[in-house]
């Protein structure tokens, strides 16, 4: 149930809002109230902008790369400039993933996961707690179940959003006292275009990949998450931080 007071006219940022999760968690934070800058490296993301806009929403778009420093900060003064208010709520859904043999996957693919899933949201995080230190803030991180066990032909993934784990914690831990909480969500699958355009190497082991995915390969739709980490952001979670709430059907469990 979207509820447009929930937010309060807050500013939001939510990265890879072109596509996927981030969309919809961008569309969804805006139908809960909130005034939402979607940023995105792809175009795509000012379809996303004007879709909030013509539903009424109120969301700008912001083409920037989260991997660079200079980039993010543009982006989070831009965001505060246009929408009119501090940043109080970011989402760090950017990601990237690319499967291969560890002793074959290429130096670029892992500098780039490492980048975008890990380096991506610290860099977001670093751009937007000053303004939460003033204001009081919410982050959440999107991290992945590839983050809480390990999966095969995916180490660089899995070593990023493991990472996302405990950036998520250490955040929450030192801000605790500051008025600044910090999630992650650990999604299973969610039918998004980076699942279809997983490419496994052709000569790998299926047995090994039964535990990536729920019975009968149920997958999410990524309304679903959104709609978790709208809780997560919102008042209602104001006790909730450092945790990492997995979404993946009970893979985990
Ligand atoms: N789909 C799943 O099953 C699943 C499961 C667990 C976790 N996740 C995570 O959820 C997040 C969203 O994934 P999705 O499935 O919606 O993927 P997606 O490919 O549909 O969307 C990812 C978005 O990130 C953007 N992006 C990539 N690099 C960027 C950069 N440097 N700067 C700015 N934007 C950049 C892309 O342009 C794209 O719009 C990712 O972090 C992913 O790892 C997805």
């Given at each position: 149930?979207?509820d447009?007071t929930?937010l309060?006219?807050r500013v939001?940022?939510?990265t890879g809002?072109?596509?996927?999760?981030?969309?919809?968690?961008?569309?969804r934070?805006?139908?809960?109230?909130?005034?939402?800058?979607?940023?995105d490296?792809?175009?795509?993301?000012?379809?996303?902008?004007?879709?909030?806009?013509?539903g009424?929403?109120?969301a700008i778009?912001?083409?920037?790369?989260?991997?660079?420093?200079?980039?993010?900060?543009?982006?989070?003064a831009?965001a505060?400039?246009?929408l009119?208010?501090?940043?109080?709520?970011l989402?760090?859904?950017?990601?990237v993933?690319?499967?291969a043999?560890?002793?074959e996957?290429?130096?670029?693919?892992?500098?780039?996961m490492?980048?975008v899933?890990l380096?991506g949201p610290?860099l977001?995080?670093?751009?937007?707690i000053?303004?939460m230190l003033e204001?009081?803030?919410?982050?959440?991180?999107?991290?992945?179940?590839?983050?809480?066990?390990?999966?095969a032909?995916?180490a660089?993934?899995?070593?990023?959003?493991?990472?996302?784990?405990?950036?998520t914690?250490a955040?929450?831990?030192?801000?605790?006292?500051?008025?600044?909480r910090?999630?992650?969500?650990a999604?299973?699958?969610?039918e998004?275009?980076?699942?279809?355009?997983?490419?496994?190497?052709?000569?790998?082991?299926?047995t090994l990949?039964?535990?990536?995915?729920?019975?009968?390969?149920?997958?999410?739709?990524?309304?679903q998450?959104?709609?978790?980490?709208?809780?997560?952001?919102?008042?209602e979670?104001?006790?909730?931080?450092?945790?990492?709430?997995?979404i993946d059907?009970g893979i985990?469990?």
């Amino acid at each position: 149930m979207t509820d447009t007071t929930r937010l309060g006219d807050r500013v939001a940022i939510v990265t890879g809002a072109a596509s996927g999760i981030g969309r919809a968690t961008a569309q969804r934070l805006a139908a809960d109230g909130a005034r939402v800058a979607c940023l995105d490296r792809a175009p795509g993301v000012a379809e996303t902008a004007a879709g909030i806009v013509a539903g009424g929403g109120t969301a700008i778009a912001l083409e920037a790369d989260v991997t660079d420093q200079a980039s993010t900060e543009a982006a989070v003064a831009r965001a505060e400039a246009e929408l009119g208010g501090p940043a109080q709520v970011l989402v760090n859904v950017a990601g990237v993933l690319r499967f291969a043999h560890a002793h074959e996957m290429s130096v670029a693919d892992w500098d780039l996961m490492v980048d975008v899933n890990l380096k991506g949201p610290w860099l977001m995080a670093r751009a937007v707690i000053p303004s939460m230190l003033e204001h009081g803030g919410a982050i959440v991180n999107v991290a992945s179940s590839a983050g809480m066990f390990g999966q095969a032909y995916n180490a660089g993934y899995c070593a990023s959003k493991g990472g996302v784990v405990l950036l998520t914690k250490a955040l929450a831990w030192e801000y605790v006292n500051r008025g600044i909480r910090c999630n992650a969500i650990a999604p299973g699958g969610v039918e998004t275009p980076m699942i279809e355009a997983i490419d496994f190497p052709a000569d790998m082991d299926w047995t090994l990949i039964g535990k990536n995915t729920a019975p009968g390969n149920r997958m999410l739709d990524p309304s679903q998450p959104a709609a978790l980490i709208a809780f997560l952001v919102s008042d209602e979670a104001d006790g909730i931080t450092g945790t990492v709430v997995p979404i993946d059907l009970g893979i985990t469990c």
